[in-house]
């Protein structure tokens, strides 16, 4: 019964050992955010849908840290100070990461030590250019052009453009209340697109939408879109 009594004691010490130590574990003290851009212009994208990889060398077993991006474009995360390797997925985004120079590579090497804040400068296949939105009535109208950036052997064509309508801030597929699309082969001329949709009986009633367009990319899972619009109704 001594020996026993002996053996829960050392275990218990153990434990509260342990937790003191757990207690103790330093916390991440370093904030990282800023936006996903092209020549300066934040990249609009799907809410948690786009994110890129955080890598930090030196562990045996490595995982990346994924950091997601906000529908206008801007990320932000907390961390451990620490060097990383940033990377941008191929399967993430409607755009292509951009040769580094220091790195030898696309991959882009961030020193935290302490908060920072830097864009990423990325190549998108499209832009939305000009977006304008208007209703008359419980009719939403908007007109806009797409410039294509990405012109060489990589350049995509346009599967079509969405005026998507939703009741929240939250604007994309899975939020749309209502929706127009057109066809990329239907579009005639990229520089004036022009799509309009009805806003259906809202409830609870509320007098405002928010609207935005998004363009979707042959062969590229993640949209592309305009800013999110409010409109009165």
């Known amino acids: 019964m001594k020996k026993k009594f002996q053996y829960i004691l050392i275990t218990l010490l153990g434990v509260i050992i342990f937790s003191c130590e757990y207690d103790n574990y330093e916390e991440p003290n370093s904030q990282f955010d800023g936006r996903i851009v092209y020549q300066g212009e934040p990249l609009n994208v799907s809410f948690n849908d786009v994110y890129f990889e955080l890598w930090e060398p ?18 932000s995360s907390l961390l451990f100070s620490a060097n990383y390797k940033l990377v941008l997925p191929s399967s993430q985004g409607p755009y292509k990461s951009i040769f580094n120079s220091d790195a030898n590579s696309d991959t882009i090497l961030v020193n935290l030590t ?22 008359s009535g419980r009719t939403v109208t908007s007109t806009f052009g797409l410039e294509q950036i990405i012109t060489d052997a990589d350049a995509k064509n346009v599967e079509r453009v969405n ?6 801030a939250f ?40 609207a935005r367009v998004g363009v979707k990319i042959e062969g590229v899972e993640d949209m592309l879109f305009s800013t999110i619009e409010k409109i009165q109704l």
């Open 171 to 210: 604007v994309d597929t899975r939020t749309s209340i209502s929706t127009m699309e057109i066809n990329g082969s239907d579009i005639s001329d990229l520089n004036n697109i022009i799509l309009s949709t009805d806003v259906p009986d809202l409830i609870p009633t509320q007098n405002y939408v928010f």
């Open 114 to 135: 302490g908060n920072k804040t830097m864009d990423i400068e990325v190549l998108p296949y499209y832009m939305v250019r000009n977006a304008n939105f208007s209703n």
């Open 58 to 75: 030196g562990w045996q077993l490595q995982y990346p840290i994924n950091v997601a991006v906000d529908q206008d474009g801007s990320f």
């Open 163 to 168: 005026l998507y309508i939703s009741k929240t």
